[in-house]
T-cell receptor, first 113, second 112 residues
Framework: EAQVTQNPRYLITVTGKKLTVTCSQNMNHEYMSWYRQDPGLGLRQIYYSMNVEVTDKGDVPEGYKVSRKEKRNFPLILESPSPNQTSLYFC????????????FGPGTRLTVL | TQLLEQSPQFLSIQEGENLTVYCNSSSVFSSLQWYRQEPGEGPVLLVTVVTGGEVKKLKRLTFQFGDARKDSSLHITAAQPGDTGLYLCAGDYGGSQGNLIFGKGTKLSVKP
């Protein structure tokens, strides 16, 4: 089944403790991206990657890192999480970027205490 | 940062009613997409429009792209409870093939 998977689905952590949210797709897509979704603010793009070893900042990249060493994986790294990074995070992939269909993962709900 | 205004923010209607959701920007889109998101899930694409004046239909849903490519609308005819969800528009301003801007969404509730 074609899909985007994210792990973990739920995470509660404390300020300053480094964490990684993994994202994997099995559709051989070149493009992958990360979003955060907050009440009243909607979906905002954090980072995107047009292909392996190519990453670019989205609209809210501060406090996040990404890497794209393999085509199928695009992990989101929070080196020193803070409470304002408490959010619902979505990974998405598409064939070659916009305006191709974006396929979203199921989301990761992160709480930083 | 480009802004994409979506209205209304909330909509609660009875089954069988019609409704329209709007998506507006001061900038021109290269393309615009509409997604629907259900609780606990990621957004799912409904349609992509790329040509000014374009109209696309998906069963009871009609999507229109403005002639100037600065606005779009989603019209639902005879809404059903299964239409309940969060509707999101997302625009591409053409600067990059990777940057997609989302509106804040319209939360639709259709009561039986």
């Amino acid at each position: 089944e074609a899909q985007v998977t994210q792990n973990p689905r739920y995470l509660i952590t404390v300020t300053g403790k480094k964490l990684t949210v993994t994202c994997s797709q099995n559709m051989n897509h070149e493009y992958m991206s990360w979003y955060r979704q907050d009440p009243g603010l909607g979906l905002r793009q954090i980072y995107y990657s047009m292909n392996v070893e190519v990453t670019d900042k989205g609209d809210v990249p501060e406090g996040y890192k990404v890497s794209r060493k393999e085509k199928r994986n695009f992990p989101l790294i929070l080196e020193s999480p803070s409470p304002n990074q408490t959010s619902l995070y979505f990974c998405a992939s598409s064939y070659k970027g916009v305006p191709d269909t974006q396929y979203f993962g199921p989301g990761t709900r992160l709480t930083v205490l | 940062t480009q802004l994409l205004e979506q209205s209304p923010q909330f909509l609660s209607i009875q089954e069988g009613e019609n409704l329209t959701v709007y998506c507006n920007s001061s900038s021109v889109f290269s393309s615009l997409q509409w997604y629907r998101q259900e609780p606990g899930e990621g957004p799912v694409l409904l349609v992509t429009v790329v040509t000014g004046g374009e109209v696309k239909k998906l069963k009871r849903l009609t999507f229109q792209f403005g002639d100037a490519r600065k606005d779009s609308s989603l019209h639902i005819t005879a809404a059903q409870p299964g239409d309940t969800g969060l509707y999101l528009c997302a625009g591409d301003y053409g600067g990059s093939q990777g940057n997609l801007i989302f509106g804040k969404g319209t939360k639709l509730s259709v009561k039986p």
